[in-house]
């Protein structure tokens, strides 16, 4: 399974992006999926996640600025991040969790290689 993520770059404080991020391979199901975010000298954590089942959760942070929606027949999730803030600086990294074909009898997990988000005061 690859996850090929796109959309990151460089904003000034206010202004918006949206990442995408596509999952390709011997996929057979996905349940979660979601964006981390990983800032210098920080430990990785959870921004997003979207359940197939259509709950999602978000970290307090972000909460009332970024949105998480899926595409479920193409296997993309995206994150619509507005009003974004110097603190939102972090590489941005996709997450799934999916059963392939290949190993039908268990739920893996994969990560995308990330994407640069930088915000600009």
């Known amino acids: 399974v690859q996850l090929v993520e796109s959309g990151g770059g460089a904003v000034q404080a206010g202004g918006s992006l949206r990442l995408s991020c596509a999952a390709s391979?011997?996929?057979?199901?996905?349940?979660?999926m979601g964006w981390y975010r990983q800032a210098p000298g920080k430990q990785r954590e959870l921004v997003a996640a979207s359940a197939t089942g259509g709950s999602t959760t978000y970290t307090d942070s972000v909460k009332g600025r970024f949105t998480i929606s899926r595409d479920n027949a193409k296997n993309t999730v995206y994150l619509q991040m507005n009003s974004l803030k110097p603190e939102d600086t972090a590489v941005y990294f996709c997450n799934t969790r999916a059963i392939t074909f290949s190993d039908m009898s268990r739920w893996t997990e994969y990560w995308g290689q990330g994407t640069q988000v930088t915000v600009s005061s």
């Open positions: 391979g011997n996929i057979f199901r996905i349940n979660f």
